[in-house]
Nanobody, 123 residues
């Protein structure tokens, strides 16, 4: 099993920034594409960003392009999500996810999930 633990969520004003981290353990991290999903109250979970195993390929949802950056450090078994220019509509629980298939991860399929971290953006 691959265990995923998110951190870095919190309350921020609109226009501010947050950086989420997800620490992985239990399996070889570089074998997995990694992603960030989010779920707002009353809405379905959606993929926000994904990164391939080597970190050379990235995917972003249209709603976050130009504002969010996903990165990974395979030596540290960690994936990050830098969120800038945050908007109230970015408020959600953010989940770290992993799948061996980068394309499937982009389509919302994940083998493993973290417990989630709350991000709240005030207007």
């Amino acid at each position: 099993q691959l265990q995923l633990v998110e951190s870095g969520g919190g309350l921020v004003q609109a226009g501010g920034s947050l950086k989420l981290s997800c620490a992985a353990s239990g399996r070889t991290f570089s074998n997995y594409a990694m992603g960030w999903f989010r779920q707002a109250p009353g809405k379905e979970r959606e993929v926000v960003a994904a990164i391939n195993r080597s970190g050379t390929g990235r995917y972003y949802a249209n709603s976050v392009k130009g504002r969010f950056t996903i990165s990974r450090d395979n030596a540290k078994y960690t994936v990050y999500l830098q969120m800038n220019s945050l908007k109230p509509e970015d408020t959600a629980v953010y989940y770290c996810a992993a799948h061996t298939n980068f394309l499937l991860l982009q389509e919302g399929v994940s083998d493993y999930w973290g417990q989630g971290t709350q991000v709240t953006v005030s207007s």
